[in-house]
């Protein structure tokens, strides 16, 4: 029976093998130790707050070790674990307790006053802080599973249930929650750890959200799976990462490309020892090739990969000869994973030509929660997930990644909406009409222009636009520039022209160079 409790099965096999070194603290963890760590964590659930099989944790914190115990615990327990965006708004959080019914939240110290704030707007059967309570009814973590047993529960999870919701923006401007089941992120790890060829002494680094689809299953998942260790960072510090990757002799390691850009314009990129590094791999948004000839001159092996929140974040694989040889490819699909490339009328489109990128397997997600609209957009009646990203094939049957069928922009490796930040601003007194685009930034890949139409004899300043949207939405959604219009050019249908709205903006930019 094929479930997510990839840390039980991997701890009966290796309990003495060191499953995770984090960071902040030094401390070191065996898989055991990790197991037992989750059991308890399962035992809180369960027999302190009362909570069954099927009812949904949230959980607001960044990297850190109960974070993993939680997720593990939703592998033992049945219990489906809803990560929550550490840089999202009350607002925004508020929507997502509601909509996933969440019955209890584990939170971080740092965001207690977020909690109080949502404590008002929701009610929940449990409260409990990780670092001491915002209120003295909370459980407090720590101190509640110490006198827990780590025996395992009697429950039986089967492949179709649900290990997580994983909360992505849509373009109907509120957040979805993909409905991830155990067969999804078990069928991750293996085939992650057999396509990409990990290795039980392969060492890995954390440094992305943990509340993330990439964080949880991109490295940590395939290589608890293949036996190896991971390196959790708390966060993002491009001096402290190369650091940890010279010193605890990592082999393999993922990134965004924003975060490749931050880490070669770092001092370590020049002086850290790389020998023991197998290659580095990047995701979640196309990757320059100057940024991978600069990791390669550095005497590394760079390759791309591609994946989404619904289909699981790994879907292609290549080797380290052929991403030398097919620069800019992702490669070719994980084994039993099938694609298609397809035109607007659902036929395929031959090698060498743009399509659409449709994929189906074992890795697929089961949907989205509470949105069978939005499901059956997605997930055609023969399984196949369209994914609204263009693709191309060569004909050796490598992919090549050509941009978004949909005006989605990607900056710094995360996924942003304008459809969300749209419904936003025109809660705006002063806005009668707006329509967000993404353009190109040198760092962060792409960042969010506003247009926007004020309301007549309204002067608002875009300082004041932007302060409002700081307050709704985290601050990476907020438009790096506001530009004004009398109107929007808009299609006899109204929908608005954005490809004339991004040209406006390079004219402009290119009379201002």
């Known amino acids: 029976m094929i479930t997510a409790d990839i840390l039980g099965e991997r701890a009966r096999l290796t309990p003495g093998k060191t ?9 070191r963890f065996t898989y055991q130790q990790m197991n037992e760590r989750a059991s308890r964590c399962a035992q809180l659930w369960t027999n302190v707050c009362g909570l069954r099989k099927g009812d949904r944790v949230g959980i607001l914190a960044n990297n850190r070790v109960e974070f993993l115990d939680a997720f593990c615990a939703a592998g033992k327990s049945g219990i489906v674990l809803v990560p929550l965006n550490t840089r999202y708004t009350p607002h925004e959080l508020e929507y997502i307790l509601r909509d996933s019914g969440m019955q209890a939240l584990v939170y971080e110290g740092e965001f207690a006053e977020t909690v109080l704030g949502l404590r008002k707007q929701v009610a929940l059967s449990r409260w409990i802080a990780l670092d001491g309570p915002a209120d003295s009814q909370d459980l407090v973590y720590a101190h509640s599973v110490a006198a827990l047993s780590a ?8 492949p179709e249930d649900l290990l997580c919701l994983l909360y992505t923006s849509g373009t109907t401007g509120k957040p979805k ?9 078990a069928w991750n790890g293996y085939n992650t750890a057999v396509s990409w060829q990990l290795l039980e002494s392969d060492v890995s680094p954390v440094f992305t959200p943990l509340y993330h689809a990439g964080g949880l299953g991109a490295f940590l998942v395939p290589v608890w799976t293949i036996g190896g260790t991971i390196v959790l960072h708390r966060g993002f510090d491009a001096a402290e990462i190369w650091r940890t990757i010279e010193h605890e002799c990592c082999t393999v390691v993922l990134g965004v490309p924003t975060i490749y850009k931050l880490l070669m314009e770092a001092p370590g990129f020049q002086t850290a020892d790389l020998r023991r590094v197998r290659w580095f791999i990047s995701g979640g948004a196309p990757l320059p090739l100057y940024l991978m000839e600069a990791y390669q001159k550095r005497g590394v092996e760079f390759k791309q990969g591609y994946g989404l929140t619904e289909v699981g974040v790994n879907c292609f694989a290549m080797t380290v000869e052929d991403s ?11 084994m039993f994973t099938e694609a298609r490339l397809v035109d607007g009328s659902g036929r395929e489109v031959p090698a060498g030509e743009v399509g659409e990128l449709l994929l189906r397997g074992p890795h697929v997600c089961k949907g989205y929660w509470n949105n069978p609209q939005a499901t059956a957009a997605a997930l055609d009646a023969d399984g196949w997930f369209h994914t609204g990203d263009l693709a191309r094939k060569d004909e050796d049957g490598f992919f090549y990644i050509a941009g978004r069928a ?22 705006h007194p002063a806005v009668q009409d707006a329509a967000v685009v993404g353009v190109a930034h040198p760092t962060w890949g792409e960042v969010g222009v506003a247009f926007v139409v004020l309301r007549p004899a309204r002067k608002t300043p875009p300082e004041e636009l932007a302060e409002f949207l700081a ?25 608005v022209v954005k490809g004339e709205l991004r040209e406006k903006y390079e004219k402009q930019r290119s009379a201002k160079a």
């Open 324 to 334: 030398r040889r097919k620069p800019g490819s992702i490669g070719k699909p994980l």
């Open 151 to 158: 025996a395992p529960l009697d429950v039986r999870c089967e």
């Open 471 to 495: 307050g709704r939405l985290a601050k990476y959604k907020v438009p790096k520039e506001f530009l004004f219009l009398e109107s929007l050019p808009r299609t006899p249908y109204g929908k």
């Open 19 to 27: 499953a995770l070194v984090y960071v902040p603290t030094g401390e």
């Open 177 to 185: 929650g993909v409905m991830t089941p155990h067969r999804m992120v």
């Open 406 to 427: 949909k005006d989605m922009l990607i900056s710094g490796g995360v996924n942003i909406y304008p459809a969300e930040i749209e419904g936003e601003l025109m809660q």
